[in-house]
């Protein structure tokens, strides 16, 4: 079981460009959730994806955008980029209220 | 507002010592608890978890203690390893929702 997955593992970008990071999730596992962690900072909850749709959102602007794919796997979309948005990206997967476990997360540095 | 703290930023152990990392949380509905261990440049590692129907639960040289009337969680590291040297959080959840991070605490344990 390779566990859950990300891509890619480094990401550099400037200002105003937009980005796709993508997310296997753990076999068996059909929630996918994103975390925004800042360097220094816990993980902040972006959004949660189920059955291909949104079910939770954290406070994140519209800037930040998903998509969840038959198959589980998943995507996070950021436009119009800022360098605030510089942070390592994690997602997490789970079945049912179980625990989640989290990919090694991409890490997107903004110039 | 939510929130999950944690009361010290930093811990520094001798190597065999017991480690105790406390956690305060503010969500009185929160059911479901969580620590990570993250070290340098990977995801989060789910270390132990605990439901709010519990207030003990034990692992492999860990154990997590929930106190729901001070709204308290402590991780308790037995016989603290080199290899236990990383950040740790807690984390909050309800209803199989979205996880509420803490700032994290670095442990750091010295030969």
């Known amino acids: 079981d390779a566990g859950v997955t990300q891509s890619p593992t480094h990401l550099i970008k400037t200002r105003g460009q937009q980005v796709t990071l993508r997310c296997s999730p753990k076999?068996?596992?059909?929630?996918v959730s994103w975390y925004q962690q800042a360097l220094g900072q816990g993980p902040q909850f972006i959004f949660q994806?189920?059955?291909?749709?949104?079910?939770q959102r954290g406070n994140f602007p519209d800037r930040f955008s998903g998509h969840q794919f038959p198959n589980y796997s998943s995507e996070l979309n950021v436009n119009a980029l800022l360098l605030g948005d510089s942070a390592l990206y994690l997602c997490?997967?789970?079945?049912?209220?179980?625990?989640?476990?989290f990919g090694p997360g991409t890490r997107l540095t903004v110039l | 507002g939510e929130s999950v703290g944690l009361h010290l930023p930093t811990l520094s152990v001798q190597e065999g010592d017991n480690s105790i990392i406390n956690c305060a949380y503010s969500?009185?509905?929160?059911?479901?608890f969580i620590w990570y261990k993250q070290e340098s440049g990977k995801g989060p590692q789910f270390i132990i978890d605990?439901?709010?129907?519990?207030d003990k639960r034990q692992g492999q040289r860990v154990t997590v203690l929930l106190n729901k009337t001070v709204k308290h969680l402590s991780l308790q590291i037995a016989a603290t390893q080199p290899g236990d040297s990383a950040v740790y959080f807690c984390?909050?959840?309800?209803?199989?929702?979205?996880?509420?991070f803490g700032q994290g605490t670095r442990l750091t344990i010295n030969p």
């Open positions: 997490a997967s789970r079945v049912g209220a179980n625990e989640q476990f």
């Open positions: 076999s068996g596992h059909d929630t």
């Open positions: 994806y189920y059955e291909e749709e949104e079910r």
């Open positions: 969500n009185s509905a929160s059911d479901y």
């Open positions: 605990i439901r709010s129907n519990m």
């Open positions: 984390a909050e959840g309800w209803a199989a929702q979205k996880l509420v």
